[in-house]
């Protein structure tokens, strides 16, 4: 079964550099998402992509962040400037069908650490 | 403001017991609920409700969607030591370019021998 693929499995980063968190989704899939799950809390939406641009993105998602599909596979989250609060679960998702309700598909998710 | 709600936040129980999970919500132009499992990493997909009052089914788990009085629930009947896991409620609604996807603080349910 097809399943969405997400590198690497744990980033540990300096404050202040810059990280990018990889993800290959789905191949038939339309609809993108990145969400972030700090420890002990709730998965948060960060953003959604659809047809090469953003289509929804949270207040979470500030000028800090950028995402870019690269490519016809990959789907990149880019975090300039990181901070100890950036330490997280980042979770990839995305979805084959955006007029009809479809399940979202979650990679096993990027740990990020910041020190 | 918590669009979504998750009770208990977790939950112990023996082997074989039945649980009920919760999830409540509010949300504008509210298209269908998703309930997923967590465990050590990625949340894996379980039900979609979109009608009122037609129970979904799998194995030991079933789910029910009241959208009149906006909630749903999870039962799992005779627990396993496998079930236990963090379950997650997520809402879709309407959203101005799309769906947008609002998800609950989840429910930890542990499963002892």
């Known amino acids: 079964e097809p399943e969405v693929t997400q590198t690497p499995s744990h980033q540990v980063t300096q404050m202040g550099q810059e990280v990018i968190l990889r993800c290959v989704p789905i191949s038939n899939h339309l609809y993108f998402y990145w969400y972030r799950q700090i420890l002990g809390q709730k998965v948060e939406f960060l953003v959604s992509?659809?047809?090469?641009?953003?289509?929804?993105k949270s207040e979470i998602f500030d000028d800090q962040f950028s995402v870019e599909r690269p490519d016809g596979s990959n789907f990149t989250l880019k975090i300039r400037s990181t901070k100890l609060e950036d330490s997280a679960m980042y979770f990839c998702?995305?979805?084959?069908?955006?007029?009809?309700?479809?399940?979202?598909?979650f990679g096993d998710g990027t740990r990020l650490s910041i020190l | 403001e918590d669009k979504v709600v998750q009770s208990p936040l977790s939950l112990v129980v023996h082997e074989g017991d039945t649980v009920t999970l919760n999830c409540s919500y509010e949300?504008?132009?509210?298209?269908?609920l998703l309930w997923y499992k967590q465990e050590k990493k990625a949340p894996t997909f379980l039900f979609m409700l979109?009608?009122?009052?037609i129970e979904k089914k799998s194995g030991r788990l079933s789910s029910i969607l009241d959208k009149k009085e906006l909630f749903s629930i999870l039962n799992i009947t005779a627990t396993q030591t496998g079930d236990s896991a963090v379950y997650l409620c997520a809402v879709v609604a309407q959203a101005n370019t799309g769906n947008q996807f609002y998800f609950g603080t989840g429910t930890s349910l542990t499963v002892i021998p």
């Open positions: 949300v504008t132009n509210f298209r269908s």
């Open positions: 998702a995305s979805r084959r069908d955006r007029g009809t309700i479809q399940p979202q598909h």
């Open positions: 992509f659809y047809n090469n641009e953003i289509s929804e």
């Open positions: 979109t009608s009122s009052g």
